[in-house]
Nanobody
Framework: QVQLVESGGGLVQAGGSLRLSCVAS????????MAWYRQAPGKQRELVAS???????TYADSMKGRFTVSRDNAKNTVYLQMNTLNPEDTALYYC???????????????WGQGTQVTVSS
């Protein structure tokens, strides 16, 4: 009923930039929190950045100053602008949203399938 689809991943050189997008579709009443997570091979999934319904953002320390999360409520989309990428940023990036569905307005957590980001040295 509700799907999250990420896009924008790819292969870039160190120091380069990428912009990830995640679009939610389906029976959506409202979207509360939007966030990006990532998981590198052999490591646990970690929070990259989040943005709530008021536009308040949070970032992991290693991303602060390099990454920017934003949202377009009219398009049910969250973005992650990634600058000054380094090989440590190589991971599968997942979109996560907390949203309420129609018609019951129940709140659920939804995850996308992930988009691969690879940064070469």
């Amino acid at each position: 009923q509700v799907q999250l689809v990420e896009s924008g991943g790819g292969l870039v050189q160190a120091g380069g930039s990428l912009r990830l997008s995640c679009v939610a579709s389906g029976s959506i009443f409202s979207i509360n929190d939007m966030a990006w997570y990532r998981q590198a091979p052999g490591k646990q999934r970690e929070l990259v950045a989040s943005i709530d319904s008021d536009g308040s953002t949070t970032y992991a320390d290693s991303m602060k100053g390099r990454f920017t999360v934003s949202r377009d409520n009219a398009k049910n989309t969250v973005y992650l602008q990634m600058n000054t990428l380094n090989p440590e940023d190589t991971a599968l990036y997942y979109c996560r949203m907390v949203l309420s569905t129609t018609p019951s307005h129940r709140r659920y957590i939804y995850w996308g399938q992930g988009t691969q980001v690879t940064v070469s040295s």
